[in-house]
T-cell receptor, first 111, second 113 residues
Framework: GENVEQHPSTLSVQEGDSAVIKCTYS??????FPWYKQELGKRPQLIID?????GEKKDQRIAVTLNKTAKHFSLHITETQPEDSAVYFC??????????FGAGTRLTVKP | NAGVTQTPKFQVLKTGQSMTLQCAQD?????MYWYRQDPGMGLRLIYY???????DKGEVPNGYNVSRLNKREFSLRLESAAPSQTSVYFC????????????FGQGTRLTVV
């Protein structure tokens, strides 16, 4: 099955700075790469996703990049705010089958 | 629209006891999943079901069984609970064979003593 590795495990930034989280995957057949945000005690919720036919996608302060050759993808958050503090998970799958997640990154944004 | 509903929200079991975690979705999704979440280990896939009548093992299936009762419901059973199964369990659903969002239930916090 797919194996997803995520780094760093914890990340602390000052409000207004940028944050970058990186993931690598093992299965070259994977074609869907979502990112989920989980606030304390809550369920994971999708914040952005990217498909294998696209190299980059942006949604306001959030962007995701994908390098299929290197099998890695990254989440970029600009102008971070305290409400961005949460655990972020990357995932990879082939058409939503056998979706595997990274171990998560705990992001802390200091005011 | 309730989305994905899990029951119970909390449960304490003694070692060796059995129980079933229930999950239902009302979004007409074909694919359903069970994950466990442990500190520092992310969300690990236990089983998934790509359609009614089919189930497949994920990353950590040992000690669990699943039933896809119908399109709406996907249950997870622990036949003989062990302390290593203490975790938070999430059910999720998504459209099958399409790269779209998976929706999660609110989670079940299970403690095995």
């Amino acid at each position: 099955g797919e194996n997803v590795e995520q780094h760093p495990s914890t990340l602390s930034v000052q409000e207004g700075d940028s944050a970058v989280i990186k993931c690598t995957y093992s299965d070259s057949a994977s074609n869907y790469f979502p990112w989920y945000k989980q606030e304390l005690g809550k369920r994971p919720q999708l914040i952005i996703d990217i498909r294998s036919n696209v190299g980059e996608k942006k949604d306001q302060r959030i962007a995701v990049t994908l390098n299929k050759t290197a099998k890695h993808f990254s989440l970029h958050i600009t102008e971070t705010q305290p409400e961005d503090s949460a655990v972020y998970f990357c995932a990879a799958s082939f058409f939503n089958n056998d979706m595997r997640f990274g171990a998560g990154t705990r992001l802390t944004v200091k005011p | 629209n309730a989305g994905v509903t899990q029951t119970p929200k909390f449960q304490v079991l003694k070692t060796g006891q059995s129980m079933t975690l229930q999950c239902a979705q009302d979004m007409n999704h074909n694919s359903m999943y069970w994950y466990r979440q442990d500190p520092g280990m992310g969300l690990r896939l236990i089983y998934y079901s790509a359609s009614e009548g089919t189930t497949d093992k994920g990353e950590v299936p040992n000690g669990y069984n699943v039933s896809r009762l119908n399109k709406r419901e996907f249950s997870l059973r622990l036949e003989s609970a062990a302390p290593s199964q203490t975790s938070v369990y999430f059910c999720a659903s998504s459209e099958a064979d399409r790269n779209t969002e998976a929706f999660f239930g609110q989670g079940t916090r299970l403690t095995v003593v």
